[in-house]
């Protein structure tokens, strides 16, 4: 996931298991981070303003088709 932070705040994020984290975000920053559950709070006064950008891996061509034996339409 990559954030871009339009707007200076405080975020806090709390993970599975309860384990939280509080960092100061400010206007122009970018920020990747994997893909994890977390659960983000606004914890300033005021509105903040984030693009979000979700990456998504690539889709795995399906597997080939294995031929049908050459005597298989043959009853």
Known sequence: MVAIFLTDGRVKFT???GK????DMKAGTA???????????NITDG?????????????RKPAAKK?????ANNH
């Not at 939280?20 to 960092?23: F, G, N, P």
């Not at 920020?31 to 709070?41: C, D, G, I, S, Y």
């Not at 031929?67 to 005597?71: D, F, G, I, L």
């Open 15 to 17: 993970y599975p298991g």
């Open 20 to 23: 939280t984290e509080e960092r």
């Open 47 to 59: 509105d903040m303003e984030i693009i979000l950008v979700e990456l998504k891996t690539a889709k």
């Open 31 to 41: 920020l990747f981070t994997p893909a994890v559950k977390h659960l983000p709070e």
């Open 67 to 71: 031929p049908a034996p050459a005597n």
